[in-house]
């Protein structure tokens, strides 16, 4: 009876990790966003220029939380950093769906490859990096 809870556990673990690591990276993005609105009250810029820093700040949150994930499960690098950016683009997406009336600028297959490459660079350099 251990043996197939034990199973369950492990499994669950692949779905642990990242879920926690895409929850610290929406942290991590949502701090990039309120810089690049600070910057933003600060100079005037085109609506394209949002654009690159929303996508900027999705970028720069999904690599930390790959990189997160990684570091914390230190084997199958690549694997943490796709599922964390799968968690990270489905909250992406239910949020923006949700909250945003206005036409999207940036694709969403453009997001999901951003993510999906950010995160998983995130997640093969922290399984390689060492502990400090």
Avoid: H, W
């Amino acid at each position: 009876m251990k043996m197939r809870s034990s199973g369950r556990l492990k499994k669950l673990a692949y779905l642990y990790e990242p879920l926690i690591s895409a929850a610290a990276a929406f942290c991590i993005m949502l701090a990039v966003i309120g810089g690049f609105a600070f910057i933003l009250t600060k100079i005037d810029v085109k609506d394209t220029a949002i654009s690159v820093m929303s996508t900027a700040a999705l970028g720069i949150g999904a690599y930390c939380g790959g990189y997160i994930s990684g570091k914390r499960r230190r084997k199958n690098g690549l694997l943490m950093g796709v599922l964390c950016g799968v968690f990270i683009f489905l909250i992406v997406l239910i949020l923006g769906a949700l909250f945003s009336k206005a036409a999207q600028s940036f694709p969403l297959s453009a997001k999901l490859a951003v993510t999906l490459v950010c995160a998983a660079a995130g997640g093969v350099v922290g399984v390689n990096s060492r502990n400090v």
